[in-house]
């Protein structure tokens, strides 16, 4: 809940469709640490991402998270509180309803989980056409009739539509409170989406689609949709396009209200001078026949990360007679912890007439003639915009000015008194906003629609109350950076290149004036805690990554060297795994059970891994703990012990390792696929050694591999809670033992021999890898390939559907895709009886063939895309996960954020992109088969 958002409550739907919703809300929830009170979470499951599910699709496999806790209540059991009901309808429906006898009048809000971002791609706009058209002719009402009849008792309706729902509001005198709700249901599940009607509304939304166009404030907002939502279902206007407006159909009304108004995806508010438990029963009788045939599933919450490449712009020239500009940063969306101090942020800036911006460049400098920010949280992520109205004369001179500005801005220069007549300002607004009726109804529905809770204002009050310098320090300088900004520009008398080439300019002077990190030079110099990302560069190829997290009181250390069994000859395979196991078991000061007990004391882990090109250790702990940690990790790697007691434990170990893999189909055939598939280099090692070999090695050995690989260059990243200065006074001591040379590398070369079989007595199964020989990580066609495995693989894929589902050859299916710098390979799986062998082989060729003669149908793509950014997300939850990404990436030469840019690049991908990565690599000809038979 914002200062703001009471205030575009107020504004017409004409003046804001294809803008934004009506109710431009940000809001996150809240845990029990921060606020008095419990909320309601938001269920966190898969996003139903928008042209994932036809209109007649089938039910997900997930329920949508309920809108209200409540279990369904049977009409006339329904317990009241202090004036208020919170209940479901047997059907799912939600029911809210506050008794308030201030004035005799009701407010009803209907709110759907329907919006732009799920409507499917060609359907740009039907959500708001929607909108337009269920105030035409009805069931039981002709056209005009639905606002016909509530105006003549003497009340007033309306619709607005967002990206994440659409909201139906009637405010009527209490005693017709019943027609609102007649009308409510009517108006929607009666709608008859006449087709005469249907072109008539067409023409409406399509004429106020083009006046948005020449409104500055709403071309601007259009313009920064791509930008700062790129990959998001909010890159397009929720008023749509010309063209995808002009093609809908009734049937594609019909099917889009069949797929997506569920009565469970749906909450009703009444708010006023009524009886709560009759409210409920009417409720009953007017929309407890509707029926559920699928689900409508909310989006994931996930935290959006900054974007680091820019600063971006878009422009166009026009008859404009001022300058327009929107400069813009990715922020979280509504469920962040961040978004209350955002909200702050954003009114210290520019959201009031006594901000630092306003003030400087508006009132005393006089260089714009207006200047607002505010933010937009969505659920699926969020912007802070700042956007300026100025002369074209003092359009340079406002620009460095402003980015003068931005660049000095800190939260430890703000007064006492600025910080609290913000957070005064922002729950003025909110607690004004209850004066009426209608706010208090639209004020409960959005908290509850959206998991906040009946206590969602207060908790947003609290919120605002309790955000401090240190927040809003984290919120600078790690969302308002130039690389994470995007400019908007409407630009007066020039052409559309002219445009261009003057907001390039201006994105160029934004990050000379305002560098985006401190130097590497000063790096060592600073102590304290750290806001924002940071990647220094130490020299003698050591660099240190700093990711702070101030979400929880943990750290997670990952320490990733150059080397693994890229040091090892051929005769000392399983050597780089030894040693991973034996490092840290024990050091020179501590022995193994003095090394156990300081860690569980701590609450803490070490652990030491190898890999075919890198070697890491890492570390977990509590942030209380990290000076104990720190010098653990500078112990391990200067002052390891290899004990003989310790390694002979580890050889144990690495023996039954090898054992296991060997008892176990897939992990026999995962140990033999490699060396396989590149014999004669060290991709085709067997990592933990053959048993002779591992029974051989001494602790020497162990130890003199060690000296080896602690010399090669190093990534050290951190993630989480952690001071700077310490972080950089460890990295000092790693150093001291750094100055080696890394690993050449080659290419490997492939095998000569196509197929291998492996025999596991008396199993049952026989199982199948086909693999095709791909490029490495670095090729442009490695998004591509991310697509084509994941269309392939899981329940939902090619593989599955076919080879299980209608042919029943296996139970586990799958396709899997590996990669290294310069090579990779991906493979088709399944494991099947020996009897049907020949059959799903046969498969594999035919759907490869298919695949690489017509490549993917959309609904796959688009799948493949949805599953990819879910995993994404997924896979960095913990402090551990981001640490060791970063780590691994610079290490491997990869940037710092090279998982996201792929992600980026595999939203853009079109079909016929991938169709021809199918086509280069689903080759048969070159294609390598790996068997365990029983």
């Known amino acids: 809940m914002t200062r703001k958002l009471f205030g575009y409550l107020l504004v017409a739907a004409a003046l804001i469709a294809g803008y934004i919703s009506h109710d431009r809300i940000s809001r996150n929830a809240t845990g029990p640490d921060r606020s008095p009170t419990v909320v309601q979470a938001p269920a966190q499951v898969s996003p139903d991402a928008p042209g994932s599910p036809a209109p007649d699709a089938a039910a997900p496999a997930t329920p949508a998270a309920p809108i209200g806790s409540q279990a369904p209540v049977p009409a006339g059991n329904v317990p009241v509180e202090n004036g208020r009901l919170l209940a479901k309808l047997p059907n799912g429906l939600t029911v809210l309803v506050v008794e308030d006898k201030r004035f005799p009048l009701v407010a009803e809000r209907l709110y759907v989980r329907a919006g732009s971002a799920y409507e499917a791609k060609g359907q740009e706009g039907l959500s708001h056409l929607l909108e337009h058209m269920v105030f035409n002719s009805t069931a039981k009402r002709p056209k005009g009739g639905v606002a016909g009849d509530i105006e003549s008792a003497g009340g007033d309706t309306n619709a607005s539509t967002s990206f994440d729902y659409t909201k139906y509001m009637a405010d009527l005198p209490r005693a017709h409170w019943k027609l609102g709700l007649d009308v409510l249901q009517d108006m929607i599940f009666g709608a008859k989406f006449d087709a005469s009607e249907l072109e008539q509304e067409k023409k409406v939304v399509i004429s106020e689609l083009e006046r948005g166009l020449d409104e500055p404030g709403q071309r601007l907002f259009q313009m920064s949709q791509g930008q700062v939502w790129a990959g998001l279902p909010y890159s397009h206007p929720v008023i749509g396009y010309r063209e995808t407006v002009g093609a809908a159909t009734s049937e594609d009304l019909r099917a889009y209200v069949k797929r997506l108004y569920q009565p469970q995806s749906m909450l009703l508010v009444v708010v006023g001078d009524v009886n709560a438990r009759e409210v409920f029963n009417e409720a009953q009788n007017v929309f407890g ?54 909200e702050v942020l954003a009114d210290l800036l520019g959201g009031l007439k006594t901000s630092r911006l306003y003030r400087s460049l508006v009132y005393e400098k006089q260089l714009a003639d207006s200047l607002d920010v505010s933010t937009v949280g969505l659920e699926r992520g969020g912007v802070l915009s700042l956007e300026a109205t100025v002369d074209p ?308 050995q162990a130890a003199a591999f060690w000296e080896k690989q602690r010399a090669m260059p190093w990534v050290l990243a951190v993630c989480g809670q952690f001071g700077r200065e310490e972080v950089l006074a460890l990295a000092r001591k790693l150093a001291a033992w750094t100055g080696g040379a890394p690993p050449a590398f080659s290419s490997p070369s492939w095998s000569s021999e196509h197929a291998l079989s492996l025999k596991l007595a008396e199993r049952n199964q026989t199982h199948l890898f086909w693999v095709f020989p791909v490029e490495g990580r670095r090729s442009p066609d490695t998004p591509g390939l991310e697509v084509l495995r994941t269309a392939l693989a899981g329940q939902g894929g090619l593989l599955f559907q076919d080879l299980r589902d209608k042919q029943g050859l296996g139970y586990s299916v799958s396709a899997m895709l590996w990669q290294a710098p310069e090579t990779g390979f991906l493979v088709l799986y399944i494991g099947t009886t020996p009897d049907k062998e020949k059959q799903a082989l046969d498969g594999f060729r035919r759907i490869a063939s298919e695949v690489a003669a017509k490549g993917l149908d959309m609904d796959s793509v688009e799948r493949a895309k949805s599953s990819l950014e879910g995993d994404y997300y997924q896979d960095r939850q913990s402090l551990g996960s981001r640490s060791q990404e970063a780590a691994l990436n610079l290490s491997m030469g990869y940037p710092l954020d090279y998982e996201r840019e792929l992600l980026t690049k595999v939203a853009a991908l079109g079909g016929e992109q991938v169709a021809a990565v199918a086509k280069k690599y689903l080759d048969p000809a070159k294609a390598y088969l790996l068997k365990v038979e029983p």
């Open 393 to 700: 004369a003092k359009l340079d001179a406002f620009w460095a000015a402003l980015a003068h500005e931005l660049a000095a801005f800190k939260a430890g220069d703000l007064s006492d008194a600025e910080l609290e007549r913000t957070k005064l300002g922002i729950e003025d607004a909110v607690y004004r906003s209850r004066e009426t009726l209608s706010g208090v109804a639209t004020s409960l529905a959005y908290y509850q629609f959206f998991g906040f809770g009946l206590e969602g204002v207060d908790n947003a009050v609290y919120e605002v109350r309790n955000t401090d310098r240190t927040q809003i320090q984290e919120l600078l300088d790690t969302y308002l950076q130039p690389g994470n900004a995007s400019l908007s520009l409407l630009l007066p008398g020039a052409d559309q290149a002219g445009a261009e080439a003057k907001a390039r300019a201006m994105t160029g002077e934004l990050s000379r004036l305002w560098p985006a990190k401190a130097s590497v030079a000063a790096a060592g110099q600073g102590g304290g805690a750290v806001s924002g990302p940071e990647v220094l560069d130490l020299g003698g190829g050591r660099t240190v990554v700093l990711l702070p997290d101030s979400t929880m009181p943990y750290a997670a250390v990952t320490l990733t060297y150059r080397g693994g069994d890229a040091l090892l000859s051929p005769g000392e395979q399983g050597l780089a795994e030894l040693a991973a196991k034996a490092l840290t078991r024990s050091t020179r000061a501590r022995d193994a059970v003095a090394m156990q007990d300081f860690l569980a004391d701590r609450a803490s882990s070490v652990g030491a891994s190898s890999g075919r090109d890198t070697f890491t250790v890492s570390a977990r702990y509590p942030a209380r703990f990290a000076g104990d940690m720190d010098a653990l990790m500078a112990e391990i790697v200067g002052e390891p012990a290899f004990s003989p007691q310790e390694v002979e434990r580890a050889k144990k170990s690495q023996l039954a390792q090898i054992a296991e893999a060997e008892d176990r189909p897939s992990s026999l055939a995962f140990r033999n696929l490699f060396p396989f598939l590149y014999p004669g280099g060290h991709y085709g090692y067997f990592r933990a050694g053959q048993p002779d070999g591992v029974k051989r090695f001494e602790p020497d």
């Open 289 to 342: 026949s509707l029926t559920n045939d699928r689900s409508v599933v909310p989006p994931e919450v996930k935290d959006i990360l900054p974007n680091t490449g820019g600063p971006t712009a878009r422009a166009a020239g026009g008859n404009w007679n001022k300058c327009y500009l929107r400069l813009n940063f990715a922020v979280p969306g509504m469920h962040s912890a961040k978004d209350s101090p955002l």
